[in-house]
């Protein structure tokens, strides 16, 4: 059995499988005439999360246009998991007790390529009907700086010549937007969805960054720009549902349905992807209500719509404390202790005391209860019900992926809060802990010694180099190498050098070189 819209007219072919109960081929062709949702990422989470969420107000009769989707970094996702397909999908749910859930989501009515649909992409961008525009590109798809804070030779080109032939993302949105300005003078909304502190902010500052920059250079109007600054929206986000790669036991069950051709497989530019997509079935969306030119009701698929302020609160607790650094210390620790599976490592005392601590101990006193989530209870569901799931495939290699840059974000956000708030820095253990695991990581050994693979990340060459010379197993070769990087505001938010938790970084990471198990007799010793 193919996935594929012909088959979907056969409903007895998909036993157990809950089908789209609209027709996707006819809201295909409404979306073409009346795009109202474009979006920015075409991996994992959005097939599973966004689309299924624009699935139930189709299902509803809340809206009559699917979900357009375009790719502006890895087109293989689109030409080898999309198209094939018809841009369906199956989301695939594992809950704690071992059932499964599919669902063949059809609400992704278009998959384009920047590279290739640039002119559709700016057609959508020019119709009045569309209302948002939202984002899953990743922490480092909005950055438009390298680590020594300078801008990238892409932005800096782009900023000198204007919209006309931009190629970073950032500039082709601004670009795009002021398409629209013209076209039709529509507002519209862009909206991250990536796990960003401030994920709106970000979005805003580069877009408007490089709007300005054109301004200043004559190669935009200052009517132009006031469009950009006024009638564009950045609305704040949290989004939370934890989308592990594809799994080939998943795959392995759908193969026993009768699929075909929906092997897992990586992309040139090392996405994980597949006609088929697994995650838990917890999921949390908040979203700024601010929409100038509409909006889905997307509180009718139970997205928490608010203002700015409690947003930051949601985001605040989940990234910067309840969730997110939880995940990053147990991926680089889990990875060098020989762990594939988060679930397996939620069986081991010094990982499992290590994010509690860092949680309960070290995050909850600094977070602000967001009134729609509360943050002990939010924290609760992720050691007890979420993390330990057995039936969720997730990886600690997944989520070390990119460290450098989400650290300053998971864990510098707390640290500036113990700053700010004359809290003892001193007290800290699992936040120094987790910093000195994941630069012990980037060594590329394990804690029996044995070469270990680095997850892929933008600085991970830079940081390789900074930390040359250094040997696991001989903490002699430590010369002080780490202070060239502990100084870098832009990695962690804060010279960390300036503080406590720079020597103490260098302890533990030092005590981590030992020999054979350091890493773990460390963790262990400074946990209990
Ligand atoms: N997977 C999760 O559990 C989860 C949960 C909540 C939020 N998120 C957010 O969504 C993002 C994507 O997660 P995913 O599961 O879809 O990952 P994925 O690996 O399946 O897809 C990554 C997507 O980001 C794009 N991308 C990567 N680098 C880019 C760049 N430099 N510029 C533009 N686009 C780029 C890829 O092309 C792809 O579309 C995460 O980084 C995170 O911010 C993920
Ligand atoms: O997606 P990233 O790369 O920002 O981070 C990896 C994980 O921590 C993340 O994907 C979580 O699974 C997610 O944030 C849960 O909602």
């Known amino acids: 059995m193919k996935l594929n819209y012909a088959s979907l007219h056969q409903p007895e072919n998909w036993p157990g499988y809950h089908l789209p109960s609209f027709d996707p081929e006819a809201v295909a062709r409404s979306t073409r005439q009346h795009p109202r949702w474009l979006h920015f990422g075409a991996g994992n989470i959005f097939r599973i999360f966004p689309a299924v969420l624009c699935q139930r107000l189709l299902e509803a009769g809340e809206t009559d246009t699917g979900v357009i989707c375009?790719?502006?970094?890895?087109?293989?996702?689109?030409?080898?998991?999309?198209?094939?397909?018809?841009?369906?999908?199956?989301?695939?749910?594992?809950?704690?007790?071992?059932?499964t859930e599919k669902e063949v989501v059809g609400s992704i009515s278009e998959s384009l390529t920047l590279l290739e649909d640039s002119d559709r992409v700016q057609q959508i961008f020019e119709a009045p009907s569309l209302q948002m525009v939202s984002f899953t590109i990743t922490e480092k798809g909005y950055a438009l700086r390298s680590p020594d804070g300078q801008l990238t030779p892409v932005v800096a080109a782009d900023m000198?010549?204007?919209?006309?032939?931009?190629?970073?993302?950032?500039?082709?949105?601004?670009?795009?937007?002021?398409?629209?300005?013209?076209?039709?003078?529509?507002?519209?909304?862009?909206?991250?969805?990536?796990?960003?502190?401030?994920?709106g902010e970000k979005l805003q500052n580069a877009v408007l960054e490089i709007a300005r920059a054109w301004h200043d250079n004559g190669k935009i109007s200052a009517e132009e720009l006031a469009y950009l600054e006024e009638k564009i929206s950045f609305p704040w986000s949290m989004i939370d549902k934890i989308t592990p790669r594809p799994n080939a036991e998943v795959e392995k069950r759908l193969l026993a349905d009768g699929l075909e051709d929906i092997s897992p497989f990586v992309t040139t530019k090392h996405t994980y992807t597949a006609a088929f997509v697994n995650a838990e079935r917890p999921q949390y969306l908040v979203v700024e209500d601010k929409f100038p030119n509409g909006r889905p009701a997307l509180e009718k698929a139970g997205v928490y719509m608010t203002?700015?302020?409690?947003?930051?609160?949601?985001?605040?607790?989940?990234?910067?404390?309840?969730?997110?650094?939880?995940?990053?210390?147990?991926?680089?620790?889990?990875?060098?202790?020989g762990y594939t599976l988060i679930c397996d490592e939620m069986k081991d005392a010094d990982i499992v005391a290590l994010i509690k601590r860092l949680g309960y101990v070290e995050g909850l006193p600094v977070v602000v209860n967001p009134g729609i989530l509360e943050p002990k209870a939010f924290i609760d569901?992720?050691?007890?019900?979420?993390?330990?799931?057995?039936?969720?495939?997730?990886?600690?290699?997944?989520?070390?992926?990119?460290t450098s840059q989400k650290v300053g974000i998971r864990f510098g956000e707390t640290i500036k809060s113990y700053i700010a708030g004359g809290r003892d820095l001193n007290t800290l253990v699992s936040i120094p802990l987790a910093i000195a695991g994941w630069l012990r990581y980037l060594l590329a050994v394990d804690d029996n010694l044995a070469p270990m693979e680095v997850s892929p990340d933008p600085l991970k060459d830079d940081l390789q180099a900074k930390l040359a010379g250094i040997e696991a197993g001989k903490p002699e070769t430590y010369q002080g190498q780490l202070k060239a990087i502990l100084c870098n505001e832009v990695i962690f938010g804060t010279d960390l050098t300036r503080t406590v938790l720079a020597d103490k970084i260098e302890q533990y990471f030092v005590a981590e070189l030992a020999g054979p198990g350091a890493v773990r007799k460390t963790l262990h010793e400074a946990l209990h």
Do not use: W
């Open 70 to 99: 375009c790719e502006s970094y890895d087109d293989e996702i689109i030409t080898r998991c999309y198209r094939p397909y018809d841009n369906l999908s199956i989301a695939v749910t594992l809950c704690p007790d071992g059932s």
């Open 307 to 337: 203002d700015r302020e409690t947003v930051n609160k949601t985001e605040r607790m989940k990234v910067t404390t309840c969730l997110n650094p939880l995940h990053t210390a147990m991926s680089v620790y889990g990875c060098m202790l």
């Open 160 to 199: 000198q010549n204007g919209p006309e032939g931009c190629r970073h993302l950032m500039a082709r949105l601004a670009a795009f937007c002021l398409a629209r300005c013209h076209a039709c003078g529509a507002p519209l909304a862009l909206v991250s969805m990536d796990n960003c502190s401030h994920n």
């Open 381 to 402: 569901e992720v050691v007890e019900q979420r993390l330990p799931n057995p039936f969720m495939p997730d990886a600690p290699q997944r989520i070390a992926t990119d």
